[in-house]
């Protein structure tokens, strides 16, 4: 296991290289000009040159780049504002270090992504085997005609008709928020709620689909008929047989899902005017904020490597069969 899981560290290291040295290179593919729009309407030739010297611009792309890079371990300095490694640049678009505007945006992403994670796994594996459980009854045919209903609906539809029904037509909820959770856990579950519900509805469905179809394969399988000719009793088989071996497929699954769920950021922070990630990844590409930009990007790449990672180790635990070398 410290094998594989160094291995697959240095591996994500060299993949978050990668994908920072792409995004810049896809920076300067655009016609937009960073330093004369902040130059303004009355930019002269000198103070053009000026702020592009200031903003790092008036060298090739690749030594900008190696600049960036070699201030994540060593820091810089940037408008007479000390930033300490690691350091990710200086946003001159807000006049702030980019390393405090990810912490203060980071909260709000991980929040609406954890916490309707958590929503969508208990409620979409729960109602998932259940239906497996009731095979061919109504209980199964509801829970999928639900399902398949549920997982045909998109956010930008489902969020505009959840905060019509559940906050301004009736007050049941709150307008989504975020309350910092160490200042009002409870301010922050009830700004969340209704995000978590939205996203949630969407997604159990898909899990509810998959962990049936999953644990229908299972209980199909012949040592699964082979428990039940030995006399073991039909809950038994279901919990400690088929359950097990239909969780390596929603895991693995899952950790793909954890990386659109972070991708979808933006649609979900747009629609409910949520200041996470996404949606200060729009600002930053239409402010041509090159530094802002990049760590938007390297901080979910390195978010989505890690959730993967440890998909892949709990998958090795709850399947015996799977060993990593």
């Known amino acids: 296991m410290l094998r594989f899981l160094v291995r697959r560290t240095l591996g994500a290291l060299v993949i978050l290289l990668i994908v920072s040295m792409i995004t810049y290179a896809l920076f300067f593919a655009i016609p937009a000009d960073p330093a004369r729009l902040y130059c303004g309407k009355t930019c002269t030739p000198e103070n053009l040159a000026l702020i592009r010297h200031d903003m790092g611009f008036d060298h090739a792309w690749p030594v900008q780049y190696w600049n960036w890079l070699s201030t994540i371990f060593t820091g810089g300095t940037f408008n007479n504002v000390h930033c300490a490694a690691p350091c990710f640049g200086y946003s001159f678009a807000k006049q702030e270090l980019v390393g405090g505007i990810l912490l203060n945006r980071f909260p709000t992403t991980l929040s609406l992504t954890v916490g309707s994670a958590v929503i969508f796994l208990v409620f979409g594996i729960g109602t998932g085997m259940l239906a497996a459980h009731k095979q061919g009854k109504a209980t199964d045919k509801i829970a999928s005609s639900v399902s398949l209903l549920a997982s045909s609906m998109q956010i930008y539809v489902a969020g505009p008709l959840a905060l019509w029904a559940l906050c301004y037509s009736t007050d049941l909820l709150d307008l989504p928020t975020y309350v910092p959770f160490t200042e009002d856990p409870i301010g922050w579950a009830g700004g969340l709620l209704v995000p978590w519900i939205v996203l949630s509805l969407i997604w159990t469905a898909n899990y509810t689909r998959m962990t049936r179809s999953s644990m229908v394969e299972q209980l199909s399988e012949d040592y699964v008929r082979t428990a039940r000719a030995?006399?073991?009793?039909?809950?038994?088989?279901?919990?400690?047989?088929?359950?097990?071996?239909?969780?390596?497929?929603?895991?693995?699954?899952?950790?793909i899902d954890l990386g659109v769920l972070l991708g979808g950021a933006i649609i979900t922070e747009t629609t409910f005017s949520m200041q996470g990630l996404g949606e200060?990844?729009?600002?930053?590409?239409?402010?041509?904020?090159?530094?802002?930009?990049?760590?938007?990007?390297?901080?979910?790449?390195?978010?989505?490597?890690?959730?993967?990672?440890?998909?892949?180790?709990?998958?090795?635990?709850?399947?015996?069969?799977?060993?990593?070398?």
């Open 280 to 325: 200060l990844a729009i600002h930053s590409f239409r402010d041509s904020d090159l530094s802002l930009l990049v760590g938007i990007t390297v901080v979910a790449a390195t978010l989505i490597v890690f959730f993967n990672i440890i998909v892949d180790a709990a998958y090795a635990l709850i399947d015996p069969r799977i060993r990593l070398a």
């Open 230 to 255: 030995k006399g073991m009793s039909g809950t038994s088989v279901f919990m400690r047989y088929a359950w097990r071996g239909a969780m390596g497929t929603i895991v693995t699954v899952f950790g």
